[in-house]
C-alpha cells in the first residue's frame, strides 16, 4: 500500500497585502514531499521560496489552496516539524550542550536522555570537546554545527531548512554539508530545503525544483538518481550530477528570463 506523503502543498497562492500594495509572492504551486525524502528547491531572488517555508510552518496563511502534512491540514506550526533557517540563533547564555538538548528539555526529557543525546549529535557534527563553550567563543560554523546538533537532536519527521549553510564560507559549506549529509543518510528523515546553491541542491537531494520569478510557481522538477550513501563533494565528479547541474542550469535561466506579473 503506498504510504501518505509527508509534505502534500496543493495549487498553493499567497499574496502579501499592505495599506499600500498587494504582492503576488507565489501562484498554483503543487509540490509533494514523500516520507524519507529530501526535495531541495532552487530560484530565482525573490520567487518565493522563503515564504514557501513560511506557509507550511504555518507563518502565514495562503490566498488559495492548501498545505497537508500527513495528509492533515496545517492548522498551527505543527508539531514534529523542524526549522533551521540562515540566521540561526543560539542562546547566548547557554553553553553548547544546554543549547543542543534544549528541545529535549522543552519536551521534558529525563536530564540523562537530554545529555546522551544532546553528546552523541555533538560528536557527530565534530564538536566533542565543546560542549561547555558558549557561542560567542565559536567560529560561524561551528554555531552552525551546533544549530544543525539541535536539529537533529529535536528529531523532527521533517524539517524546513532555509538556506541553513547561507552565511558560511565555500570551504566550510563543503564541511558542514559533507556532516550533514552524513547525518541525514542516517536518519533519513523528510527534508524541504531552500538554496541558491545549485551543487549543494543537487548533492544532497532527491528531487530538485526549480521555481520560477514571481510570482513564483514551480518551474520544472528534476529527479537526483544517484545512489546513496553519497560524497558530498565527490559526488560532483558523478556525470549523472554534471547532467543534472546543465539542465537545472538552463531551467534557472528560462525562470530568470520570464517576467511574472507583479500584480
Ligand atoms: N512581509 C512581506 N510583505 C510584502 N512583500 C513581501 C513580504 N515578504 C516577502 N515579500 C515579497 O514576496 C516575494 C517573495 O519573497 P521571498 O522572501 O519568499 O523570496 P525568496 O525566493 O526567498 O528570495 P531570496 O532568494 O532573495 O531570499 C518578494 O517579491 C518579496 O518582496
Known amino acids: ?30 509540490l509533494t514531499v514523500e516520507d524519507g525524502e529530501f526535495v531541495a528547491v532552487v530560484g530565482p531572488s525573490g ?18 489552496g492548501s498545505v497537508l502534512i500527513d495528509g492533515e491540514p496545517v492548522k498551527k506550526i505543527p508539531d514534529g516539524v523542524g526549522m533551521v533557517f540562515q540566521n540561526d540563533a543560539l542562546l547566548p547564555w547557554k553553553s553548547v550542550l544546554d543549547n543542543v538538548r534544549l528541545p529535549l528539555a522543552v519536551k521534558n526529557q529525563s536530564k540523562e536522555i537530554q545529555e546522551e543525546t544532546a553528546r552523541k549529535y555533538i560528536e557527530m557534527v565534530g564538536l566533542a570537546g565543546f560542549e561547555d563553550f ?16 539541535r536539529a537533529f537532536t529535536y528529531d523532527p519527521s521533517l524539517y524546513l531548512m532555509d538556506e541553513p549553510f547561507g552565511p558560511l564560507d565555500a570551504q566550510t559549506r563543503v564541511i558542514i554539508g559533507e556532516e550533514f549529509l552524513k547525518m541525514w543518510e542516517k536518519v533519513g528523515k523528510s527534508v524541504l530545503f531552500i538554496t541558491h546553491d545549485i551543487e549543494e541542491a543537487i548533492a544532497l537531494a532527491d528531487k530538485v525544483v526549480v521555481m520560477s520569478n514571481r510570482p513564483g510557481r514551480i518551474k520544472a522538477e528534476f529527479k537526483v538518481d544517484i545512489e546513496r550513501p553519497r560524497p558530498f563533494y565527490e559526488t ?8 543534472l547541474q546543465k539542465e537545472i542550469w538552463q531551467a534557472l535561466a528560462e525562470a530568470n528570463k520570464e517576467v511574472g506579473s507583479q500584480l
Open 1 to 30: 500500500m503506498a504510504t501518505k506523503p509527508k509534505l502534500e502543498i496543493k495549487n498553493l497562492a499567497v499574496r502579501y497585502n499592505t495599506k499600500e500594495s498587494s504582492t503576488l509572492a507565489l501562484t498554483g504551486v503543487d
Open 47 to 64: 520567487c518565493g521560496k522563503s515564504t514557501l517555508l513560511k506557509v507550511v510552518s504555518n507563518l502565514i496563511k495562503p490566498a488559495e
Open 134 to 149: 558558549y557561542p560567542k567563543q565559536l567560529s560561524g560554523g561551528m554555531k552552525k554545527r551546533v544549530a544543525l546538533a
Open 236 to 243: 560532483r565528479f558523478n556525470p549523472t550530477f554534471q547532467r
